[in-house]
Each structure stands twice: as structure tokens, then as C-alpha cells.
């Protein structure tokens, strides 16, 4: 009896405090608000007019509010009335940082030649077109709310970064720019591996490569990994790696007990924790 009541707590405190098992999400975008004083959890979604969970016959952007206190769930709907459902289209999924202020959601609506990148404030309950686009001149390949910066993939080595808030061109990439995450696979084993750390949510672009049959992968001479900012100018990043076929050794102290050391010698790599010494 005593194990069935815990196990019952446990699956509880996991449905309010895991965003990954809320009934909730799915791949049309969300962004999800926690009010500790009301106790209740906010969660945005873009939602076809024939998508099973919809209910409208009308696309919408749907709020849904669970009362922590209740475990009621309340939704409000906002038509988006200038989506032509007579033809196909599709909401593309936002992965960029929305931490800053996840009030406000994006989604990329797809039909056709054309894309165009929609925001929605759920304070104000309005829906803004940011851009719209023919996908013959590139398409979007991620938002970054966090970083305040689009980018399109226009071509090969093209790259194309817009401000969220002005709509315009900031900067020109050749290789794809990335998000600075807190994610260890990505930041220690694979890259960012800068020093300084950058700041959660930071774009950068990293050198790009290509294959030598004596060397494996080098870098394009003159490339190097660099953050974009906000407003388009560009801050070169120190590292020990601006030659991808460059040997190296990195060690880096992850916290008070934990130090990862990383080393690089032709194409043979080798990584090691190093757990209180």
C-alpha cells in the first residue's frame, strides 16, 4: 500500500515539475511560463484546423493553464483567420532558447513557395508576421529567441542572420551558426570549447572545414570561430582548436571535483573525466 501511495507522489511531482512528460507538448512549438505565486503553469501552442487535438475547424494559437493547486486545465484560443486552409500547410517546430521571456512563442508557418516566421504574445494576445519569405531565395533554419536572431540557409557555405526585432540582415556566415547550450555532449565533448565560456544562448559560428586526403579535416585558411552579437558585429572566440587537423590538449575544470581533459593526437582522440584527482 505504502509503495503504491509513493509511486503515485513520484508520478505526480514529475508531471508538474518535468516539461518533457506534459500532456501538452508536441511539434508545433511551445513556450512554457511558471507562475510560483498563482501556482499555475502556462503553455503556448500552434495548432492546425485539422489537428485531432484543435476542435475548431479553425487554425489557432492555443494557451493552456493548469492550476497546480487543482489540476484543471483551462485553454483560450486565438484564431490565426489568415491562414488559407484550403491549401497545405504545416507549423515548424521553434528549438531555439526561449528562456527570456517565454510569454511570447514563435512558429515558421509553411505552405507552398513561402514560409513566413510568426510571433504570438500571449499578453497582448496578437499575432505578428515577422517576415515572410519565398523558399527560393532560402529557408529558415532556426529561430533563436534568446540570442534575438533568425537565420536563413540560403546555400551551400550561405548563411544569412536577421534580428528578431528589426527584421533585418545583421550578418552573412559561411558556416552554420549555433546555439551556446548547457548541454555537456555539446559544449565539452563536441564543441564550444572557448574560453571564456560563452553565455547560455549565444550564437557562434565556428571555422569552417574541409577534407585533406593527408590530413583528414582542416580548416578554410582565415576561419575561425567567432560569437555573433545582437547587433551583427562579431567577437573572435580563443581557442586551441582554430585548425580542425591541429593536435591539442584541453583540460577544463567542470566544478570543485570534476576536471575533463581532452586530447587530440593526428585523428586519434581521447577523452577522461578526472573525478577528485
Known amino acids: ?148 536572431m533568425y537565420v536563413v540557409e540560403k546555400g551551400r557555405r550561405e548563411y544569412l542572420v536577421y534580428s528578431l526585432a528589426t527584421n533585418k540582415l545583421i550578418h552573412k556566415a559561411k558556416e552554420r551558426p549555433m546555439e551556446h547550450s548547457n548541454i555537456f555532449v555539446t559544449n565539452y565533448l563536441y564543441h564550444n570549447y572557448f574560453e571564456p565560456e560563452l553565455s547560455i544562448g549565444a550564437l557562434y559560428v565556428e571555422a569552417g572545414t574541409y577534407y585533406d586526403a593527408k590530413n583528414g579535416y582542416v580548416s578554410y585558411p582565415g576561419e575561425y570561430p567567432y560569437e555573433i552579437k545582437p547587433n551583427g558585429k562579431i567577437v573572435k572566440l580563443h581557442t586551441t582548436r582554430e585548425n580542425a587537423s591541429n593536435d591539442y590538449v584541453d583540460k577544463r575544470k567542470l566544478n570543485d571535483t570534476v576536471v575533463l581533459l581532452q586530447t587530440k593526437v593526428k585523428r586519434k582522440f581521447k577523452h577522461e573525466l578526472i573525478i577528485n584527482g
Open 1 to 148: 500500500m505504502n509503495t503504491k501511495r509513493y509511486l503515485t507522489l513520484f508520478m505526480v511531482l514529475l508531471l508538474l515539475f518535468s516539461g518533457v512528460m506534459t500532456p501538452w507538448d508536441n511539434v508545433y512549438g511551445s513556450a512554457v511560463n511558471s507562475n510560483a505565486e498563482t501556482k499555475d503553469k502556462t503553455n503556448l501552442q500552434w495548432i492546425p484546423h485539422n489537428y485531432r487535438i484543435n476542435g475548431t475547424g479553425k487554425p489557432i494559437v492555443r494557451e493552456t493553464t493548469v492550476d497546480y493547486t487543482t489540476g484543471l486545465f483551462t485553454n483560450e484560443d486565438t484564431v490565426l483567420d489568415f491562414i488559407d486552409t484550403s491549401s497545405e500547410y504545416y507549423f515548424k517546430y521553434i528549438s531555439g532558447m526561449n528562456t527570456k521571456n517565454p510569454l511570447i512563442t514563435y512558429a515558421i508557418l509553411k505552405g507552398g513557395a513561402t514560409e513566413k516566421l510568426l510571433k504570438y504574445d500571449s499578453q497582448k494576445k496578437v499575432v505578428t508576421t515577422l517576415a515572410d519569405r519565398n523558399i527560393n531565395d532560402g529557408t529558415i533554419d532556426e529561430v533563436y529567441p534568446d540570442a534575438g
